[in-house]
Nanobody, 118 residues
C-alpha cells in the first residue's frame, strides 16, 4: 500500500516562510522522482517542484528562487522550503511520485493547507 503523508502547512503572512514535509512509502520513494503539487480553489492541480533520486531539483517559474525542494532518502521524506510567500501561493499542497511526463503516479494523500495572507 502506497502511503503519502504531507504536513507543515499553516497560515502565514506574505513574505513569511513555511517548510512542508512528506513521508512516502519506501517502495516508491527509492524508485521515483518526487514532486510537490498544489491546487488552489477553482484551479487545476499544478506541479511546482520535483526532485530526482539523485537530488536534482526542478521548479515551476512561479516559485523559482523562493522555494527549495530536497529529499532525505534515509527517512523517505521530501521537503519543500517555501520563502517569501505570496497570497497566490495559497493552496493545498500534495506530494507524489512523478513520471517523465510530470504526471503523478499514485493516489493523492490528504495534502496540507497553506494560506498566505496579504
Amino acid at each position: 500500500q502506497v502511503l503519502l503523508v504531507e504536513s507543515g502547512g499553516g497560515l502565514v503572512q506574505a513574505g513569511g516562510s513555511l517548510r512542508l514535509s512528506c513521508v512516502a512509502s519506501e517502495s516508491i520513494f527509492r524508485r521515483y522522482t518526487m514532486g510537490w503539487y498544489r491546487q488552489a480553489p477553482g484551479k487545476q492541480r499544478e506541479l511546482v517542484a520535483h526532485i530526482t533520486i539523485a537530488s536534482s531539483p526542478n521548479y515551476a517559474d512561479s516559485v523559482k528562487g523562493r522555494f527549495t525542494i530536497s529529499r532525505d532518502n534515509a527517512k523517505n521524506t521530501v521537503y519543500l522550503q517555501m520563502n517569501d510567500l505570496k497570497p497566490e501561493d495559497t493552496a493545498v499542497y500534495y506530494c507524489n511520485a512523478v513520471d517523465r511526463y510530470r504526471r503523478a503516479l499514485y493516489s493523492w494523500g490528504q495534502g496540507t493547507q497553506v494560506t498566505v495572507s496579504s
